[in-house]
């Protein structure tokens, strides 16, 4: 089975703190995400990156920066973090390539839930 | 932009019940559609997902269906149970070289299944 773990269930830092989420995946998916979950507003996402050390900006990615030093692994980073970014963090993960798998289902972790105080 | 729409936005049903939960996006375009399935401060489990070409998807209980031209898709819950409740999500993955497998999600439909 496809594993998405990411480092923290729940998170509590304070406002101007710097932020690591982590996500692990152990599947060799060359595709990773980041979305966040807001009530009312669904997921949205953040950053994407589609090979070691790419990266792209998604919808909203203001106020983040991502990682990839390694195909496994994807970091998020809230700077400097602000209220506004408490939420459900979300990281996934799929194949880029469709000769990979028929299916391209994308993974989901089990989500992190950041408060900044 | 694609945009997804699910109806409804919560549903409430008797055990014992089939149930529908509606789907639709506004580019037929796509690449694929998957069915998620979140329990509360959970995240997302993958539920099913239909390629483009295909038609229907069925895993146990479930049943998906797509109909791309129209921009719809349905999933079918049967005999639905209390342990079904929960908030199914459905997105799209756009077609195109260059979408790396993004997705675009729905609201989300709250299904509670009461005995």
């Known amino acids: 089975d496809v594993k998405v773990t990411q480092s923290s269930r729940y998170l509590v830092k304070r406002t101007g703190e710097k932020v690591f989420l982590e996500c692990v995946q152990d599947?060799?998916?060359?595709?990773m995400f980041w979305y966040r979950q807001d009530p009312g507003l669904g997921l949205r996402l953040i950053y994407f990156?589609?090979?070691?050390?790419?990266?792209e900006k998604g919808d909203i990615p203001e106020g983040y920066s991502v990682s990839r030093e390694k195909k496994e692994r994807f970091s998020l980073i809230l700077e400097s973090a602000s209220t506004n970014q408490t939420s459900m963090y979300l990281c996934?993960?799929?194949?880029?390539?469709?000769?990979?798998?028929?299916?391209?289902?994308?993974?989901f972790g089990p989500g992190t839930r950041l408060t900044v105080l | 932009k694609q945009e997804v729409t699910q109806i409804p936005a919560a549903l409430s049903v008797p055990e014992g019940e089939n149930l529908v939960l509606n789907c639709s996006f506004t580019?037929?375009?796509?690449?694929?559609l998957q069915w998620f399935r979140q329990d509360p401060g959970k995240g997302l489990t993958s539920l099913l997902l239909?390629?483009?070409?295909?038609r229907e998807q069925t895993s146990g209980r479930l049943n998906a269906s797509l109909d791309k031209s129209s921009g719809r898709s349905t999933l079918y819950i049967a005999a639905s149970q209390p342990g079904d409740s929960a908030t199914y999500l459905c997105?799209?993955?756009?077609?195109?070289?260059?979408?790396?497998?993004?997705?675009?999600f729905g609201q989300g439909t709250i299904l509670t299944v009461h005995p």
């Open positions: 996934a993960s799929t194949y880029g390539l469709a000769f990979r798998s028929s299916y391209n289902e994308q993974f």
């Open positions: 599947m060799d998916h060359e595709n």
């Open positions: 990156s589609y090979d070691v050390k790419m990266k």
């Open positions: 580019d037929s375009a796509i690449y694929n």
């Open positions: 239909i390629q483009s070409s295909q």
């Open positions: 997105a799209v993955r756009d077609a195109g070289g260059t979408s790396y497998g993004k997705l675009t």
